[in-house]
Structure formats: structure tokens, C-alpha cells
């Protein structure tokens, strides 16, 4: 079962380039969410989706841009790439935004931005 | 914002039970407690979640006070594998959604 899979895994930018981390998942789920997880803190919800062809705002947005073109995948961009950027990125995935319904993560992308 | 207090860290022998407190007294009455690990670098892995009853399942046991004001989250038999942090959330609808408020959670060592 591959649930939830994050590409690339590892990734070295440099500051001014950008790229586009892809999640996609298997579950057939409505609700799709990335975090960035910075070294010491939790989780922060950067943006989400709540079905294809939505899009939302979560706690930091700024900086990214999301797609959700197909159901399955949800895409996050970074535009310019900036130093503050440096983190791990999560995926996850929920059936629906039920308080009943857990998310289930990917294993991350590791971004660092020189 | 996190609404749960946890310890920042624990020790237990492996075999033996590891038991993980939580505090969450500011919780609403249609407010889930869920329980999530992070090995290593891994994902948070979702182990457990609940409403007022104690629930079970193959990984752990989460009992909830009668007030639900906390939580223990309890690993029968610890092994060296079960070592990681491991998060007590509450969860919350906010106007960003249903969002999951991952705090610092605690740091359990499996000890041999």
C-alpha cells in the first residue's frame, strides 16, 4: 500500500530558483494538505485542499503556490526560493475533513535553499 | 495553537509498558484527541485517536479521564523500535480548515 508519496525526497536550491514538490496518494481522498516541519517545531500548514480544482490558505502561505488539478495529487510550488524556505516538507491526506478522520502523511521532502 | 501539554521527554525499558500523558483541559465536548510518532525523520505516523471512550487497536491504547481534560497514550509492550516523539493533538475546526496542531510532543527512548 503506498498511501501517501512525497518526490523528490531530497532537493539542494539555490536562493532566486524555483521547483515544484509533487504529492500524490492512493486513497482516493477529498482533503490534501502540506506542512513544513522547521528543526525543534511542529508542524505548520502552509496550504490545503479540500477537493480537485481547490485550493486554500492555511497558517503560512507566503511564498508558495498549490495546484490540485487531478483528485490524487497535489502539487506545491516555490516561485523564488528563498534561505527561509529550508525545511521539510509534508503531504497528507484525509477522506474528508470529518474531526473523526485522521491524515496520513508522506515521509517528506528535505529542501534546503543556499 | 497547540491546546495540549505534554512532558518533552520519557525513558522506558523496552518490554515494559511505555504510558505517555497528555494534558488538554481547554477541550470542547466534539473535540477528537489524536496521537501521532515521528521516527527519525520519518512522517508522523498516525497511531490512535478518540472522543470520551478508550479505544484500542494493534499499535496502542488511549484512555481519556471521564472530564477529558487528558489522555494517556499507552504502548504495551515498548520495543527499541517504538522510539521516536510522539504528539497528543487536539483536534479543532479553525477558518483554515481542520487542521491538525502538531506541538513539540515527547521525546520517548526505549531503553534496552
Known amino acids: 500500500n503506498a498511501g501517501v508519496t512525497q518526490t523528490p525526497k531530497f532537493r539542494v536550491l539555490k536562493t532566486g530558483q524555483s521547483m515544484t514538490l509533487l504529492c500524490a496518494q492512493d486513497m482516493n481522498h477529498e482533503y490534501m494538505y502540506w506542512y513544513r516541519q522547521d528543526p525543534g517545531m511542529g508542524l505548520r500548514l502552509i496550504h490545503y485542499?479540500?477537493?480537485?480544482?481547490?485550493?486554500a490558505k492555511g497558517e503560512v502561505p507566503d511564498g508558495y503556490n498549490v495546484s490540485r488539478l487531478k483528485k490524487q495529487n497535489f502539487l506545491l510550488g516555490l516561485e523564488s526560493a528563498a534561505p527561509s524556505q529550508t525545511s521539510v516538507y509534508f503531504c497528507?491526506?484525509?477522506?474528508?475533513?470529518?474531526?473523526?478522520?485522521?491524515?496520513?502523511f508522506g515521509d517528506g521532502t528535505r529542501l534546503s535553499i543556499l | 495553537d497547540a491546546k495540549t501539554t505534554q512532558p518533552p521527554s520519557m525513558d522506558c525499558a523496552e518490554g515494559r509498558a511505555a504510558n505517555l500523558p497528555c494534558n488538554h483541559s481547554t477541550i470542547s465536548g466534539n473535540e477528537y484527541v489524536y496521537w501521532y510518532r515521528q521516527i527519525h525523520s520519518q512522517g508522523p505516523q498516525y497511531i490512535i485517536h478518540?472522543?470520551?471512550n478508550n479505544e484500542t487497536n494493534e499499535m496502542a491504547s488511549l484512555i481519556i479521564t471521564e472530564d477529558r481534560k487528558s489522555s494517556t497514550l499507552i504502548l504495551p509492550h515498548a520495543t527499541l523500535r517504538d522510539t521516536a516523539v510522539y504528539y497528543c493533538?487536539?483536534?479543532?475546526?479553525?477558518?483554515?480548515?481542520?487542521?491538525?496542531?502538531f506541538g513539540t510532543g515527547t521525546s520517548l527512548t526505549v531503553i534496552p
Open positions: 493533538i487536539v483536534r479543532v475546526l479553525t477558518n483554515t480548515g481542520n487542521q491538525f496542531y
Open positions: 497528507a491526506s484525509s477522506y474528508d475533513s470529518g474531526l473523526d478522520q485522521p491524515q496520513h
Open positions: 478518540g472522543l470520551k
Open positions: 485542499s479540500v477537493g480537485e480544482g481547490t485550493t
